[in-house]
């Protein structure tokens, strides 16, 4: 059976908040993020609207790459805390209505995983992809065992064997995804998930989830592997949810997960419809993208079609069966405040967020408009090529002013990562006081979602001006406007609007302001001011 439902029913409305551990809240004053630094934090996403929070991986590592090399999917890092106090941060979470979703790394562990350290001395143990011969890629056996091991992405992360698509008599470590390590794999991965759904977790968002499979065209094995997952996790924990790391929505939900995110990576175009809305490279860069400006950029170079064709498609292919994720940033992506990019300039990307039919997802920090800190040294496995450096955007939150910007207890130099040196730089306690802040921008738009589902994920778009300002209309009965440009912007409500009622009275009573700051109808014009942007509700 495959399942084509959304999933559950608290899923369509979330709005989801990452947090990298290591640098969201330092109980202990060790320098270093922890549970109990989250637990104690848990006030500020309620009473920003947050209710579902997705955390980077927090299983036991070595941590060669920031976590995503794991020894022990049933065990958290010391560095966290005990399994325990993650049960209390769940339960804590719960009461006050928030969802924690695990990070599930199911492609590959760590070369220091039990598993790996015991296949590399035994050549019946096809728990990983071995060679008797040097191949391309593969990296040397590190025990008595002869031969190579194929990697997932560093060589310190074996790829575990859920088989070949396509066979090959002349390389036997091609093995069918039904032979005996595929299928202990797959058997692994719904006991990890058993074990943490049972206490009390409410999904996972999977690490690298096209990559199980090799040599998969269409990634057809890999989604018959996923669609069986989906279906365990329908009939055993129907509450629970699936997150894709894939950057193919259309794909994703496919193969069975309930949403995808748009990513810097995936499909043909390498991710460029997230990266057309918010890479002005400033921050993290691979040499090879090809693109223009983005939309949300000072100077007002670039157009948002790329991204609403993209979506466009992927709503379609997915409406019904499941969601697509539009985030400000990751761990791996560089933050919303990149490069010239600043602070003051976000309004606007909040206010499409959390407007657009598509899940928002907020990185920690960019409530506030932390930035991507650009000249960091390596740090777990941080740097992926020379302009590609993910420690930018992965530096300590900041709760207060102060050294250590109420992150730790401990010096700056002994945190995990380096602080905004900027005197500038924002904090959480500082925009609480200040209503005219980004943090309460943020606040206000996800109450204005939640107050009026026809901005949500059900309501129906139609945009009616695709510049600056980018103009639609939200269910019928919504007009969105945003200008992420310095310079004006204006549009003839006639040209653009026409035959929609209650629209010539903007600002002047039949249509109704529900959030606004710098747009304006005169004169049968809608004028919105730079960085602007205006939520209206029509007569």
Excluded at 517 to 525: I, K, L, T
Aim: negative net charge.
């Amino acid at each position: 059976m495959t399942s084509t439902r959304p999933g559950p029913d608290w899923l369509a409305d979330a709005v989801l908040y990452q947090i990298y551990p290591q640098t969201f809240a330092d109980s202990d004053g060790d320098g270093i993020g922890d549970f109990a630094g989250i637990a104690e934090h848990l006030d500020h996403l309620s009473w920003l609207g947050v209710d579902t929070v997705w955390l980077n991986p927090c299983f036991a590592s070595p941590f060669r790459d920031a976590g995503y090399d794991v020894t022990d999917y049933l065990t958290p890092a010391p560095r966290y805390g005990r399994t325990e106090d993650l049960a209390a941060l769940v339960e804590a979470a719960r009461r006050k209505g928030i969802r924690i979703l695990l990070d599930l790394v199911a492609g590959h562990t760590s070369d220091r995983h039990p598993w790996f350290l015991a296949a590399a001395e035994d050549p019946a143990d096809h728990r990983y992809i071995w060679s008797d011969r040097q191949v391309d890629g593969f990296v040397a056996s590190p025990g008595s065992r002869p031969g190579w091991y194929r990697p997932n992405f560093f060589d310190c992360q074996p790829a575990l064997n859920f088989g070949y698509a396509r066979g090959s008599s002349e390389e036997p470590w091609r093995q069918p995804v039904d032979a005996e390590g595929p299928r202990a794999n797959r058997a692994a991965l719904r006991e990890i998930m058993a074990h943490w759904l049972g206490l009390g977790v409410a999904g996972f968002r999977v690490d690298m989830a096209y990559s199980l499979v090799k040599d998969d065209p269409g990634r057809v094995e890999t989604a018959k592997l996923w669609t069986e997952l989906r279906d365990w996790l329908d009939r055993t924990h129907p509450r629970a949810a699936l997150f894709a790391e894939w950057g193919e929505p259309a794909a994703a939900v496919s193969a069975g997960f309930h949403a995808d995110f748009f990513l810097h990576f995936g499909g043909d175009d390498h991710g460029l419809p997230l990266r057309s809305l918010w890479n002005n490279g400033g921050g993290t860069v691979e040499e090879f993208w090809q693109q223009g400006p983005c939309y949300f950029e000072a100077e007002g170079r670039g157009t948002p079609q790329t991204f609403l064709d993209a979506w466009r498609s992927a709503a379609e292919l997915t409406e019904g069966n499941g969601h697509i994720v539009l985030p400000t940033a990751n761990h791996d992506f560089s933050r919303l405040a990149a490069g010239p990019r600043s602070g003051e300039q976000l309004a606007p990307a909040f206010a499409f967020l959390f407007t657009w039919p598509t899940l928002p997802a907020v990185y920690y920090g960019d409530e506030i408009g932390m930035r991507y800190l650009p000249g960091l040294p390596d740090v777990e496995g941080s740097v992926l090529g020379p302009r590609y450096n993910r420690a930018g955007s992965r530096t300590p939150m900041q709760w207060t002013p102060g050294p250590s910007a109420g992150f730790s207890a401990a010096a700056p130099e002994r945190c995990y990562l380096p602080l905004d040196p900027d005197p500038r730089r924002p904090d959480v306690l500082s925009q609480r006081a200040d209503p005219t802040s980004l943090l309460h921008t943020v606040r206000r738009l996800i109450a204005l979602r939640r107050a009026h589902p026809g901005l949500g994920t059900s309501g129906g778009v139609e945009v009616r001006h695709a510049g600056y300002p980018l103009v639609y209309t939200r269910s019928g009965r919504y007009l969105v406007a945003v200008n992420p440009r310095r310079e004006p912007g204006v549009v003839r409500v006639a040209d653009v609007l026409g035959g929609l009622g209650g629209l010539g009275g903007l600002g002047g009573g039949a249509a109704r302001p529900l959030e606004v700051q710098g747009v304006r109808v005169v004169d049968g014009e809608l004028r919105a001011d730079g960085f602007s942007y205006g939520v209206f509700e029509l007569g």
